[in-house]
C-alpha cells in the first residue's frame, strides 16, 4: 500500500526507527530525532540490499518515486546500484553526510541546513561527480547568492560544501578541499549587533513597561527573558521539566554549544514562574503557543516588545542579553562570571569545567543583583 506526501510530511518521530512503506521495495525511514529518508529496498542474486536515495523533504515523495523507477530500469538492463567503479555525485555524498554527521542535530539547525541545499547548493553542484567540482564551481556558486545580496549566506554555503566536501575527502573519494583555494575571495557581512539599550531610564521604561503587559504568559516570557539573560531560542522552548527550585536547566541538546546550561533564578523570577504554573504548569511548555501546539513561536517576545511601542531599533529579545552584560560589566561583576552565565565558549576546555562549578555561587548571586537592579531603577523612574 502507498503512502502519501501529506502522511511523509506528518509522520511523527518514535522512540525507535521506523517505516512507512510505498510500493516496489520504496519506504520512508523516521528517526527519533525527526530527520526522514527515503530507502530502495532491493534483492540481487537472492540477498536484500538497501539503497539510501535522500533526505524527505529535500527529496518529495514524488522525486523519491521517479529515482525508484530509474534504479530499477537500471536493474533491468543489468546495471550494478553499488557499482564501486563510479564515484558518487556531490548530492549522493550530500545524503550520506546527512545521515552521518547530522544525525541527532537540533531540528531548527536542519531545517536551515536542508533549505541551503535545495535551494542553493544542490541546483549548482548537486549533479557533479564529487571528484569534478572546482573551486571555480563553488565560487560562481556563491557569487551568485551575493549578486542577490544574501553576503552572510553565501559564506555559510561555501562553509556547508566545504563540511560536504571534507567528509568526501574522509570517505576517500577526493584528496583536497576546492573551497580552501577561496579564502578572502568572498564579500564580508557587516557585523550585526542586536539592538539593546543601556541606559537606566531607557532600561527602567522598558521594564515597567514588561510588568503591564496585560497578557499574563507573554507577560510571563517577557519578564523571564530579561531575568534570566538567555538565549531567546532557549526561553521559548523551556519545559517545565527543566524548573527544578530555584533553577533552571536547559538540557544540552537545546543550546547553541551543546553543552548543558545552569540558570540560577532570581526571588523575582521564582514569583513569576510561581504564577505561571497555575497557567501552564499542567502541559509540557512554560510558554505554549496560543495555538496550541507546541511552544510559542519564535517571533513571541519580538511582537510584544513591538506591541509596547518599542521598535527593532531599540530592542530586540536577543538584545536583554547585550543588555545584562554591558550592565553587569559597568558594575564591576567578575567579566569571567558573566560570560559563564551567558554561555558564551571557554576557549581553554579544562578551565571551562572548573568555572563551571567554581562560579555558580556567584552566577547566583550576580543574576539576583540583576533583578534587583532592574526594581530598583523601575522605583527611581517613578
Not at 510505498?22 to 528517526?31: H, I, N, Q, S, T
Not at 542586536?194 to 517577557?222: K, S
Not at 548543558?260 to 510561581?274: A, F, G
Not at 567578575?334 to 581553554?348: G, T
Request: glycine share 8%.
Amino acid at each position: 500500500m502507498s503512502i502519501s506526501d501529506i502522511a511523509a510530511k506528518s509522520a511523527k518521530p518514535k522512540d525507535k526507527p521506523y517505516r512507512l512503506h510505498d510500493d516496489r521495495g520504496l519506504y520512508l525511514r523516521v528517526d527519533p530525532n525527526g530527520a526522514k529518508y527515503w530507502i530502495l529496498r532491493y534483492w540481487l542474486n537472492g540477498r536484500e540490499h538497501q539503497k539510501s536515495l535522500g533526505t524527505y523533504p529535500l527529496l518529495s515523495l514524488r522525486e523519491a518515486r521517479e529515482k525508484r523507477d530509474e534504479l530499477h530500469k537500471a536493474r533491468a538492463r543489468g546495471d550494478i546500484l553499488t557499482d564501486k567503479r563510479r564515484l558518487p555525485t556531490f548530492a549522493d555524498v550530500t545524503e550520506d553526510w546527512l545521515h552521518v554527521r547530522m544525525t541527532g542535530k537540533a531540528a531548527g539547525y536542519l531545517k536551515c541546513i536542508h533549505f541551503r541545499l535545495k535551494k542553493y547548493i544542490l541546483p549548482a553542484l548537486g549533479d557533479f561527480p564529487i571528484d569534478r567540482i572546482t573551486t571555480g564551481d563553488v565560487l560562481r556558486m556563491c557569487r551568485r547568492i551575493e549578486n542577490l545580496g544574501y553576503i552572510e549566506t553565501a559564506q555559510r554555503v561555501k562553509v556547508l560544501v566545504g563540511q560536504v566536501l571534507r567528509f568526501a575527502i574522509a570517505a576517500g573519494y577526493i584528496d583536497s578541499d576546492p573551497t580552501v583555494a577561496m579564502a578572502g575571495a568572498l564579500k564580508t557581512a557587516k557585523r550585526r549587533h542586536m539592538a539593546t539599550v543601556t541606559a537606566p531610564g531607557e532600561i527602567a521604561a522598558i521594564y515597567r513597561a514588561m510588568l503591564d503587559y496585560p497578557f499574563p504568559v507573554m507577560r510571563a516570557a517577557l519578564l523571564f527573558s530579561i531575568y534570566t539573560a538567555a538565549r531567546p531560542g532557549e526561553v521559548r522552548h523551556a519545559e517545565w521539566k527543566e524548573i527544578q527550585g530555584g533553577v533552571w536547566t536547559i538540557p544540552a541538546e537545546k543550546t547553541k554549544m551543546r553543552r548543558v546550561h545552569i540558570v540560577p533564578l532570581s526571588v523575582q523570577c521564582q514569583d513569576v514562574i510561581k504564577e505561571l504554573r497555575n497557567i501552564t504548569g499542567g502541559g509540557r511548555w512554560l510558554f505554549p503557543s496560543p495555538r496550541g501546539r507546541g511552544c510559542m513561536s519564535e517571533n513571541g517576545v519580538r511582537v510584544a516588545l513591538r506591541g509596547l511601542g518599542f521598535g527593532k531599533d531599540v530592542i530586540t529579545p536577543h538584545g536583554f542579553r547585550a543588555m545584562f552584560s554591558t550592565v553587569a560589566n559597568e558594575h564591576g561583576w567578575d567579566r569571567d562570571v558573566i560570560e559563564r552565565q551567558l554561555a558564551h565558549v571557554e576557549a581553554n576546555k579544562i578551565r571551562g569545567a572548573y568555572n563551571h562549578a567554581e562560579y555558580m555561587d556567584k552566577r547566583v548571586e550576580l543574576l539576583q543583583w540583576w533583578s534587583n537592579y532592574l526594581e530598583e531603577l523601575m522605583n527611581n523612574a517613578e
